[in-house]
């Protein structure tokens, strides 16, 4: 897997780096065999068809960080509830890349190289597009600026918060909606051309 954005900061003092945007772009469109099994596997996740998604997966698909992968894992993912079907499709709904090995990884901006002095456990992107920063937690706040595609830092998310207070790269402080807020430690996933020329699911996982 090669990750060939590389977003330059330097750790020292309250500005980061000069603010960047990645803006997201849907590699699989150059592929139609591709987009077809994307969106076959998508409709299997919708229908929650465990069988058909076991089925589209690689033998050694590769599920978390320690685990033996395979298909009972998976199935035993597939069974712990809606929430992973949900992260599932999700994940595969987000546009997309070729990495140098020909392998095709879902979300966009786990392209994105984030140095070594940067924690990606509070690093997150910003989803949408002209997503409102506020100087307070709240809908009315005074609005600060408009963000797009950015990286941005929080170091202390709250699950039971609808707005999270966000760092810019230039030090700027603000709170943002949840909803466009991605973990850079978050789900990603992989597809991977077999020997036969089938696409397959290879890769479902989250974490560093």
Known sequence: MTRVFLLSLILCG???????????????????????????????????????LIAAACPDIYLSHGGEG??????????TGDAYWRDLET????PGYFDDEGEF???HQWKITLPASLDPFVTYYVTG???TLRQAAEPGAPVLDQIS??????TNYR?????????????????M??????????HRAAFVKSDAGDWQLCTFVSGD
């Open 14 to 52: 309250p500005a980061l780096a000069d603010r960047q945007t990645f803006p997201p772009v849907d590699e699989a469109e150059s592929d139609p065999t591709l987009v077809a099994f994307r969106n076959d596997l998508l409709a299997d996740v919708t229908a929650r068809n465990t069988d058909a």
């Open 70 to 79: 395979g298909p009972e894992e998976l199935r035993e993912h597939l069974t």
């Open 91 to 94: 994940t595969l709904s987000q």
């Open 105 to 107: 990884w879902m979300p």
């Open 129 to 131: 597009q002209n997503v």
């Open 149 to 154: 595609h950015e990286i941005v830092i929080i």
């Open 159 to 175: 699950d039971d918060a609808e707005y999270q207070p966000v760092m810019l790269t230039d030090g700027t402080r603000g709170f």
């Open 177 to 186: 909606h949840r909803d466009f807020l991605w973990p850079m430690t978050g």
